[in-house]
């Protein structure tokens, strides 16, 4: 089991920045495809963005251009740096670790970011 904990969530205008921070504990990090998923109310959990163990990054249409996604696997972190955020954003954001050949990983608690004025 791999412990996901996340931080950087919280409440911000439209047009602002967050960025969040995923640690994990495990010393295989640098293995793991990171993941950044949200989950809207009432809405399917969907990818934001990945990043491979070689560095490939990956990101949902709706945040192309807005939101990058890093690692550092020294530190086994994974970020998410989230700029011009609207609305739409609102959502309950999560860490997601897994192997490449696994369809599906390691869950963190989650953060929530929300928009609004």
């Known amino acids: 089991q791999v412990q996901l904990v996340e931080s950087g969530g919280g409440w911000v205008q439209p047009g602002g920045s967050l960025r969040l921070s995923c640690a994990a504990a495990d010393n295989i990090f640098r293995q793991y495809i990171m993941e950044w998923h949200r989950q809207a109310p009432g809405k399917q959990r969907e990818v934001v963005a990945s990043?491979?163990?070689?560095?490939?990054?990956t990101y949902g249409d709706s945040v192309k251009g807005r939101f990058t996604i890093s690692r550092d696997n020294i530190r086994n972190t994974v970020s998410l740096q989230m700029n011009s955020l609207n609305p739409d954003d609102t959502a309950v954001y999560f860490c997601?670790?897994?192997?490449?050949?696994?369809?599906?990983?390691?869950w963190g608690q989650g953060t929530q970011v929300t928009v609004s004025t």
């Open positions: 990043m491979s163990p070689t560095g490939s990054e």
């Open positions: 997601h670790a897994k192997l490449p050949m696994w369809a599906s990983g390691y």
